[in-house]
T-cell receptor, first 117, second 113 residues
Framework: GAVVSQHPSRVICKSGTSVKIECRSL??????MFWYRQFPKKSLMLMAT?????????EQGVEKDKFLINHASLTLSTLTVTSAHPEDSSFYIC?????????????FGDGTRLSIL | EDQVTQSPEALRLQEGESSSLNCSYT??????LFWYRQDPGKGPEFLFT???AGEEKEKERLKATLTKKESFLHITAPKPEDSATYLC??????????????FGAGTRLAVHP
């Protein structure tokens, strides 16, 4: 149980392109999902908290207009990196927490490796 | 400021050589401490949740313990397939009042046959 699917797993695109990443909870409902960024050999840095039916909450220093988050249903959140540039290249990981309890663990997708040329 | 520190940064063990990984934390009001395993190029895989000092959880060769200041992940008789990065995270209050996880930098474990 508690499977989170993230798609695509890898994207290579030209500078200036917008890229959309999907995060789905397959066997549970998730009112709250999370988007992280991870640099090589570094830990996960929370970018934003995605809330179904309302605006996402962004961490300090994360550009809202650069990283657009939409949480349209209880099982799907999307992250769009707009007008991506080489400095946006990174490993992006989403997670979802089962609505059943506030202290339920977050379950993670397998990440998206984004490479901007 | 809420903070999570893991040590050592990297650990090399021989198969069967037991050891412990440390996670020390400072957080205003611990609501939960989580251990995850992360393989290269993958997302973290949930292992344990600990809620209060004195609590212990076990899964196969892994055992997690919690005190008021730190948590340990004990690995008994490790096998090469236990090689991974082990991440510790604490749950704290984030922007806008939502709970968020604060991760340590992880311990990269390599178990050699």
């Amino acid at each position: 149980g508690a499977v989170v699917s993230q798609h695509p797993s890898r994207v290579i695109c030209k500078s200036g392109t917008s890229v959309k990443i999907e995060c789905r909870s397959l066997d549970f409902q998730a009112t709250t999902m999370f988007w992280y960024r991870q640099f090589p050999k570094k830990s996960l840095m929370l970018m934003a908290t995605s809330n179904e039916g309302s605006k996402a909450t962004y961490e300090q220093g994360v550009e809202k207009d650069k990283f657009l988050i939409n949480h349209a249903s209880l099982t799907l959140s999307t992250l769009t990196v707009t007008s991506a540039h080489p400095e946006d290249s990174s490993f992006y990981i989403c997670s979802a927490r089962d609505d059943f309890g506030e202290l339920q663990p977050q379950h993670f997708g397998d990440g998206t490796r984004l490479s901007i040329l | 400021e809420d903070q999570v520190t893991q040590s050592p940064e990297a650990l090399r063990l021989q198969e069967g050589e037991s050891s412990s990984l440390n996670c020390s934390y400072t957080v205003s009001g611990l609501r939960g401490l989580f251990w995850y395993r992360q393989d290269p190029g993958k997302g973290p895989e949930f292992l344990f949740t600990l809620y209060s000092a004195g609590e212990e959880k076990e899964k196969e060769r892994l055992k997690a313990t919690l005190t008021k200041k730190e948590s340990f992940l004990h690995i008994t008789a490790p096998k090469p397939e236990d090689s991974a990065t082990y991440l510790c995270a604490v749950q704290a209050m984030g922007s806008g009042g939502y709970n968020k996880l604060i991760f340590g930098a992880g311990t990269r474990l390599a178990v050699h046959p």
